[in-house]
């Protein structure tokens, strides 16, 4: 019940804020998302004992969020000064810290970077609203038929509760949902391409999904937080979302 009260009060914000709200409101809203994802991703990575990335991470990230020009060359300034900053304190740890300060960067904001772009490739929004739906369908699916029926484990050792029988759910819902709102609100796209791209999405989704059980599982943790009640942490919330944003942008791109 928690996890229907919570999405319950979350959709319509979010339905909202990427339909019809300004492009400033909106970019708040996304920077605070992407504080939240990162703020749980640097839990999680000072679990693994080669210390946080701290502060440095959110700055970085904001500025990568915000940045206009050629996101590679700060992503790459970023590594260079991420390389620069480990060589303080013990030099054995110097290269993880520097690693999970970037990967981090790249993981949360570069893949949140993703829903600006999306939302302005037609003025209602409709291509970001899709990406969202990808993953909320999904997951409706992967959860009530995954749970009855789910027998044949897809990868226990990361995620011992996924099954492909849920994994095959979570596909054929996201396919039904976000594929009939792509074909119905965006024009131009045939229903094979629609069925397509969301199929590519959800299984990317789904692979986020078992990447985060896997970076916690590394840390030793259950959720990334505790902050949606039903859901667990933000992070556990929108993992599948962060690797399904980059996938629908770089399909488009490639149309």
């Not at 050792?157 to 792509?182: C, D, F, H, I, N």
């Not at 030793?220 to 039903?230: E, N, Q, R």
Request: hydrophobic share 55%; charged share 15%; glycine share 10%.
């Amino acid at each position: 019940m928690k996890r229907v009260l919570t999405a319950a009060a979350l959709i319509p914000i979010i339905v909202y804020v990427v339909l019809w709200a300004n492009y400033w409101v909106f970019l708040a809203v996304l920077a605070a998302a992407a504080l939240l994802s990162y703020r749980e991703y640097n839990g999680i990575a000072a679990d693994y004992g080669f210390g946080a990335p701290g502060p440095a991470g959110y700055g970085a990230g904001l500025l990568l969020l915000a940045w206009k020009s050629e996101a590679w060359l700060l992503v790459t300034a970023i590594a260079l000064a991420a390389f620069a900053l480990a060589m303080r304190g013990d030099l054995a740890k110097s290269l993880p810290r520097a690693a999970l300060l970037v990967a981090g960067i790249v993981y949360v904001f570069g893949c949140w970077k993703c829903a600006i772009p999306l939302r302005q490739q037609n003025p209602q929004g409709h291509w970001l609203m899709y990406a969202l739906l990808v993953n909320w369908a999904g997951d409706i699916g992967a959860y009530y038929i995954g749970r009855k029926f789910g027998r044949h484990k897809m990868a226990p050792r990361v995620s011992p509760q996924k099954s492909w029988e849920g994994a095959a759910a979570s596909v054929a819902t996201s396919v039904l949902l976000a594929g009939a709102y792509l074909v119905k609100f965006v024009p131009g796209v045939a229903i094979p391409t629609a069925i397509a791209l969301t199929a590519a999405a959800n299984a990317v989704g789904q692979l986020g999904d078992m990447a985060e059980s896997a970076m916690k599982r590394g840390a030793g943790v259950k959720d990334s937080g505790a902050i949606l009640p039903g859901h667990g942490g933000f992070l556990d919330r929108v993992d599948s979302t962060l690797f399904a944003l980059p996938v629908v942008y770089a399909c488009l791109l490639l149309r």
